[in-house]
């Protein structure tokens, strides 16, 4: 017996019957986990102001790379995707390639954390944590890579404080706002943050997740879980799909007049690309960006589209830069087994070759105090 | 599966039942097929034509998903795996509702064209007339995925909005009862005297005191006027998301629908080249890709991103309005409201920056007093 479209009816049957059957299987395998762990790579917490907290993963390799890596995330997800699972872990694969990583995590704001703007984030947070690295590693310049709003703020803060960083990395960055290759870019246009802010405060995760997820409902509502109930064979499939919908739905909420300014100067105005920006009094030139600059980006970014994060190249005084890009989407550049494979790898090649120091790590202060003329009015002193 | 909870081991019980009464069913119906072909009315014995059985296996399976499944979450603890599968559930349902129309499509299109037309022609009438419940199902499958944030003015302030003006006709009732009388009551009193001067004034006071009176006495709710104000702001603000949330649905609804037409029109020309999907899967792919791609020039227009912008405006309004109400009506208790919490909120920020302000300039001073000490020793002898 034949339907017009199907092989037969009982094909038609069958089908239904076995999607019967892995929903079945999805329960039990699903509600079966109550938890899953992400970010397992070993890390001691060393700085912590307010909500943000300052890591450093424990090295992998004899003698890690003389110059600190410091990762910062965006605010709207948690850093975790950095370090998802032992396999799809950007952190362990730089940390197995030499690297000494810091990384930060900026927390879950609370309603008291609705007045944070971006100075607070950038010339605040940010930079204390570089100092308190500098500190530690007594050098006067660190390696430093932002992903995603992170890859912005990296940016910005290499403007304001060329002298402390050494090498800059950005990640799927957005720098050029003005582009309608990316959807989030054109709904901002017409996005009235600043009634958000005033009636929210703390703008809600869920909030923005809103944004994210409409940008492919289809892809992203349906057939994502539609294509698991065909995978989802056995416990460990399942948990793997389980901790990425983890990171998905953790969504912290967002500070107030930091996403009003990222809204209104950055996606609205697109200030930074203009060197107009204001961070507190100070304004932002990304022509004092002179450190070596890679600058990765994801060929299929329907978040961050390439056009966004391209044209940093050429708004940097940097000679020695680099472009970077992978096949993939937002998500998948970190935690792909493309990336896993490449990614982490071409990172670490590219600051080994500019983060070789003289035979030990030498501070300014320890500098000033080798230098004949110190040396000879220490030995006067003495 | 091995289980902590009793009840989810009751809850796989029930299911095990139910998917055996299911699998009854299913069973029922195969056997019923080989008498019942499709284009074919339904042979003598059988349970009827095969579509109508499908229809009734998907109707069963439908049932027990939602009873099974919805008493199952009512009471179940929130974790991440079962969060998951609720969202993959979702997905199911919506899977199985093109499942739904997939089925029917092949009975209404298992023939041949009826005379004078062409098999896209014969799709594109199915399609019409199985258009009218489209919207109702697959159709609002976007709008139902919207978060907590966007859905919000439809719960929480519609209902206490609801309860409002039911409070404030309770409220006015009484006096405008009063009221209606109160002329001809006046009248009669100006012209009998004192005493049907006070009679009426006694008919009077006590609506006036059931409402108005009362109101203006509860000096923590402050002037009638305000509250009613607020509540008349309130409303108009819900209703304002109304309007926009239907233009913003129905811009939707619009798009989705005009998929499902190019679906349509896709697999006419497609059976036409004797190419048409041979499985379900495949006619879902081409369903949910063909959605994907209109949403997406949907998005692309300067009119949705204007809407969206209307839409979350909107929300915010009524999200505002609703504070400002419970805020009104929270000055009567001991609690802090919103506003004073973010007065003290804004106090501890500024205070917060002026300790760093403090420390950074402290810590400054002591390196210039130590530098300073230094050279002062230097100095010395």
């Known amino acids: 017996m034949r339907t017009p479209f199907s092989d037969s009816m009982e094909q038609l049957a069958s089908e239904f019957v076995e999607t019967n059957r892995k ?14 762990d992400t970010g397992t790579t070993p890390r001691d917490l060393v700085y912590q102001e307010d909500r943000m907290r300052l890591f450093r993963y424990r090295p992998l390799v004899d003698k890690p790379s003389a110059v600190p890596l410091l990762i910062t995330y965006a605010l709207v997800n948690r850093p975790y995707m950095m370090d998802l699972q032992e396999d799809r872990s950007l952190v362990r694969r730089l940390l197995q390639h030499g ?28 930079n204390n944590a570089v100092n308190r690295i500098r500190e530690q590693s007594k050098l006067d310049k660190i390696n430093l890579l932002g992903v995603c709003q992170g890859g912005t703020f990296s940016v910005i803060y290499a403007a304001l404080y060329p002298e402390k960083v050494r090498n800059l990395v950005v990640m799927v960055a957005p720098i050029d ?21 005033d009636t929210y405060g703390v703008v809600p995760g869920d909030f923005m997740n809103f944004g994210f997820l409409m940008l492919r409902p289809f892809s992203l509502m349906l057939d994502k879980y539609v294509g698991m109930l065909d995978n989802l064979d056995k416990k460990e499939t399942a948990e793997n799909f389980v901790r990425m919908e983890k990171w ?57 589209p390439p056009s966004a994060s391209k044209p940093l190249n050429d708004a940097v005084s940097s000679k020695d830069k680099t472009i ?59 | 599966m091995t289980t902590e909870h009793g009840r989810e081991t009751d809850f796989l019980g029930a299911w095990s039942e139910a998917q055996r009464s299911y699998m009854r069913l299913w069973a029922d119906t195969l056997s019923a097929l080989p008498r019942a072909t499709p284009g ?17 296996i998907y109707d069963e399976w ?129 012209q009998k005297g004192p005493q049907a001067y006070g009679e009426a004034l006694n008919w009077w006071l006590p609506a006036y005191e059931q409402t108005w009176g009362r109101l203006l006495r509860m000096p923590a709710l402050g002037p009638a006027r305000e509250t009613v104000g607020l509540l008349q702001q309130g409303a108009e603000a819900l209703v304002n998301y109304f309007s926009v949330s239907t233009d913003f649905g129905s811009a939707l609804s619009r798009v989705s629908t005009e998929a499902m037409q190019k679906v349509m029109t896709e697999l006419g020309s497609m059976s036409d080249k004797g190419q048409a999907p041979k499985t379900f899967r495949e006619f879902y792919k081409l369903w949910w890709t063909t959605n994907e791609e209109a949403v997406k020039v949907l998005y692309q227009t300067p009119e949705f991103s204007r809407l969206l912008g209307l839409l ?28 004073e919490m973010n007065d003290l909120y804004k106090s501890l920020y500024l205070l917060k920056q002026e300790v760093r302000r403090n420390t950074k300039q402290v810590a400054e001073l002591q390196s210039r007093l130590k530098r300073t000490e230094r050279a002062t020793k230097k100095e010395q002898p």
Request: aromatic letters at 12%.
């Open chain 1, 248 to 304: 998905i739905f953790d969504s912290p909420g967002q500070a107030g007049e930091a996403i009003r300014q990222f809204v209104n100067d950055l996606y609205k105005k697109n200030l930074l690309i203009k060197n107009q920006l204001k961070i507190g009094t100070r304004t932002v030139d990304l022509k004092r960006i002179t450190m070596p600059l890679l600058n990765i980006f994801a060929e299929q970014d329907h978040i961050v």
């Open chain 2, 312 to 339: 979350v405006d909107a929300i915010m309004l009524v999200r505002k309005r609703y504070h400002e109400i419970i805020e009104e009506y929270l000055k009567a208790l001991p609690i802090p409201t919103r506003t």
């Open chain 1, 99 to 126: 690297q000494d990583i810091y990384m930060i995590d900026w927390g879950y704001p609370g309603p008291g954390d609705r007045y944070l703007n971006l100075e607070d984030y950038i010339r605040g947070y940010l």
């Open chain 1, 324 to 382: 970077f890009s992978l096949r993939g989407g937002h998500i998948g550049i970190y935690v792909s087994s493309q990336s896993q494979k490449q990614l982490a790898p071409a990172i670490a090649e590219w600051l080994a070759t500019r983060s070789q120091l003289p035979a030990e790590p030498v501070s300014a202060g320890a500098r000033k105090a080798r230098s004949p003329k110190k040396q000879a009015a220490k030995k006067q002193a003495e």
């Open chain 1, 23 to 36: 929903l079945l299987k999805s329960m039990e395998l699903l509600t079966g986990i109550s938890n899953v």
């Open chain 2, 62 to 190: 439908q049932r027990m998903c939602q009873e099974m499944f919805g008493e199952y979450w009512k009471g179940t603890p929130s974790t991440i795996g079962g969060q998951t599968f609720a969202r993959t559930l979702g997905a199911a349902q919506v899977y199985g509702k093109l499942y739904e129309f997939w089925a029917n499509a092949a009975k209404i299109l298992s023939g041949a064209p009826p005379e004078g037309k062409t098999v896209q022609e014969m799709y594109q009438d199915f399609y019409s007339s199985w258009l009218k419940g489209y919207s109702a199902s697959l159709g609002g499958f976007f709008t139902g995925s919207f978060p907590e944030p966007m859905r919000w003015p439809m719960a929480a302030p519609a209902d206490l909005m609801t309860r409002y003006a039911e409070a404030l006709s309770q409220f006015s009732k009484p006096w405008t009862a009063a009221i209606q009388g109160l002329p001809q009551k006046t009248a009669e009193a100006l």
């Open chain 1, 177 to 197: 706002f003005d582009t309608r290759d990316g959807q989030l870019h054109i709904w901002a246009k017409d996005l009235n943050i600043d009634n958000v802010v």
């Open chain 2, 40 to 56: 074919d009315e339904g042979a003598k014995g059988s349970t009827g034509p095969w579509w109508e059985a499908t229809g009734r």
